[in-house]
Structure formats: structure tokens, C-alpha cells
């Protein structure tokens, strides 16, 4: 009885490993030392003014939306406040 608690104790460990490896992000959502801490889904680049692609904005840096805005949008992306920014 032990053994197959065990067991079955193990499997849900292991089987959790391979959801948490699944569920991490994609390419474009990873976050790096060079994207800001402020948005998630697209890596922000940290600079001087970003704006967002194909929009009116002068730069110099761009980002393509939608970006989720999970802290203080500081370079105003987001400018329906519905915290997803570049969304058309």
C-alpha cells in the first residue's frame, strides 16, 4: 500500500514538472534584462520613448501589440487604460 502511494505520489510530482515546463512562456512572451518589468506578452525594450508599431509614434523604439501592462505604463501604450496596450 505504501509503495503504491508512493508511486502514485511521485507520478503526480512528475507529471507537474511536465505542466510547469508546458506552461512557461513563449519565445516573445520571455522576459530579459533588456525588456521592461512593466509589461508582459512582448518584451518591451527598455529606451528612451517606445511606442507601438504602425502607430503615430516617433521612437526611436517599437513594440507590436498586444502587451499586457502588469505594472506602470510608463511609455502610455496602453491609452484606454483596459491594461492591454498596442491592441487595435
Do not use: T
Not at 507537474?16 to 509589461?39: K, R, T
Not at 506578452?41 to 526611436?60: E, F, H
Amino acid at each position: 500500500m505504501l509503495c503504491r502511494a508512493l508511486a502514485a505520489f511521485v507520478f503526480l510530482c512528475l507529471a507537474g514538472v511536465a505542466w510547469a515546463q508546458d506552461s512557461s512562456p513563449s519565445q516573445d512572451e520571455s522576459q530579459d534584462a533588456s525588456c521592461d518589468p512593466n509589461y508582459a506578452g512582448k518584451c518591451v525594450p527598455i529606451a528612451s520613448d517606445v511606442d507601438c508599431a504602425g502607430g503615430g509614434g516617433n521612437g526611436p523604439a517599437y513594440v507590436s501589440g498586444p502587451v499586457r501592462v502588469v505594472g506602470e505604463d510608463i511609455y502610455k501604450l496602453d491609452r484606454d487604460g483596459d491594461g492591454i496596450a498596442c491592441d487595435k
